[in-house]
């Protein structure tokens, strides 16, 4: 009986000690982590949600929420985030609070699951180029599949996602008829099993999917990928590359290292900070670029120009070994050298006297005689006096005048030497004569 009482007694201690711990909110131990998708699409994109997926999986967490609300943005850039989200084993899960549309409609198909708020709106997918047209047949193509591919990640019937891509699809139930791209809202995404439920917020999905006491972790973009996501679209270091090289350019025209050059430079390192921080390019392609401009700059102390030529084919293969789109960079850089030419000329044409830059590389005195120069003397007193030809004219030779060779030419004709000849023109060194006909020749 003493055994039993004693047992029972340190049974309730333990008890009561269980009683006096704190309950953790997390007593399940799940991690969910809250990852927002904004704005435009673009490749400095990637490199965010590639470390929230990493430091999901390190932390072992249960699940990712990947809020949405973007417009869409570049396909290739879209096309490396699909492939991110399917290839992690942490559940993903897209909840679209506004819209995802083009590209955003593309990543939310490649997730797990997909919520939406009251009101949104996904789909209107179509390809198009950087002048607003559709792509071409070969791009549509791989689109169509690959919309195709992000529906059946999931199970879903692909033929919505399709129709989000090519108006040709007709789905005239859901306002999608031939000539139009389908955008379904959250009711009828969830109609056609694209959406798992619709909510008003974060708290009420996190409490439908169960993970109401779970550990909810926010991760936000970074300032750097802020800059790279900025610098990375196409429009942007295309400016970058056009400030860079006429900064450069103008900087060649003026001794020392002034405003032009540091403008110049810092685009271009600008530049390549972006792609270095998106992981689009390596310290290789920085290094290449230092390199390419260190030779440029040694041109100026040995002559022969081949350290320039390698510098500038160094600098040219570094910024397309930064990007991944060879056509985007050809087009950026043909811009940027075609307005550093014209701005070039126009400067020089225009406001070379006035800009100080000039100054010093455009020649602005002139060699007149007010100012003491004197270049060829022009002997007009020579003009009607009469001589003889001391050599042979043709038309070119030399005569005597008063005991002086000159060199002097006729008006065209052959005058033989010993001739008898008279001045008729002195434009400064150029002495032109005449024959004087019928009389005889002096003897030599």
């Known amino acids: 009986m003493k055994r039993i009482r ?11 000690s269980l009683m006096l711990i704190p309950v953790d909110s997390s007593a399940k131990g799940e991690v969910v982590y809250v990852v927002p998708i904004e704005e435009t ?8 949600l590639q470390r929230a997926v990493e430091t999901a999986e390190k932390e072992n967490a249960d699940a990712i929420i990947f809020e949405i609300n973007t417009p869409g943005g570049a396909v290739d850039a879209a096309a490396g985030i699909g492939k991110l989200l399917t290839s992690t084993k942490v559940k993903t899960i897209a909840f679209i ?5 083009s590209a955003g409609a593309y990543i939310s198909l490649n997730m797990d699951e997909i919520y939406m708020v009251r009101g949104g709106t996904m789909g209107s997918a179509a390809i198009i180029d950087q002048s607003g047209n559709t792509a071409g047949k070969k791009a ?6 690959e919309m195709k591919n992000a529906a059946q990640h ?8 399709l129709a989000m891509a090519d108006e040709n699809v007709d789905l005239p139930e859901y306002g999608a008829e031939k000539g139009k791209l389908l955008t379904l809202t959250s009711e009828q995404a969830v109609e056609v099993q694209y959406a798992e439920g619709i909510v008003n917020n974060l708290d009420e999905l996190l409490a439908q999917l169960g ?9 936000e973009v970074s300032f750097a990928e802020k800059v790279a996501r900025f610098i990375t679209n196409p429009f942007v270091y295309s400016i970058l590359l056009t400030i860079g090289s ?16 540091f403008m110049g430079l810092s685009a271009l390192l600008l530049f390549f900070y972006g792609h270095l921080v998106a992981g689009l390019a390596g310290f290789e392609t920085l290094i290449l670029f230092i390199v390419g401009l260190g030779l440029i700059l040694l041109e100026f102390f040995i002559a022969g120009g081949i350290a320039g030529a390698l510098g500038f084919v160094a600098i040219i293969a570094s910024l397309f070994m930064a990007v991944d789109n060879v056509l985007h960079m050809a087009i950026s850089l043909l811009v940027a050298i075609v307005i550093s030419i014209l701005v070039s000329i126009i400067l020089i044409k225009m406001f070379g006297k006035k800009l100080r830059m000039f100054q010093r590389i455009i020649l602005t005195d002139s060699t007149n005689t007010e100012s003491g120069y004197i270049s060829n003397q022009t002997r007009s007193e020579l003009i009607g006096l009469e001589g003889y030809t001391l050599t042979v004219l043709r038309p070119s030779g030399t005569i005597i005048i008063e005991d002086e060779r000159i060199d002097a030419v006729s008006e065209g004709a052959f005058i033989d030497k010993g001739t008898k000849v008279k001045v008729v023109k002195a434009e400064g060194a150029r002495i032109v004569v005449r024959e004087i006909p019928n009389l005889e020749k002096k003897d030599q």
């Open 246 to 261: 006429l900064g450069l350019v103008l900087e060649l025209y003026s001794p020392g290292f002034g405003v032009p050059g």
């Open 140 to 145: 549509e193509s791989y689109w169509f599949a």
């Open 154 to 161: 999931a199970d879903r019937d692909p033929i919505y996602a």
């Open 97 to 101: 609070n506004n819209q995802a549309l």
């Open 211 to 219: 993970y109401s006491e779970a550990d909810v972790r926010s991760l």
């Open 6 to 16: 004693l047992f029972s007694i340190l049974s309730l201690l333990l008890g009561f």
């Open 41 to 48: 699409v673009e490749k400095g994109l990637y490199a965010f």
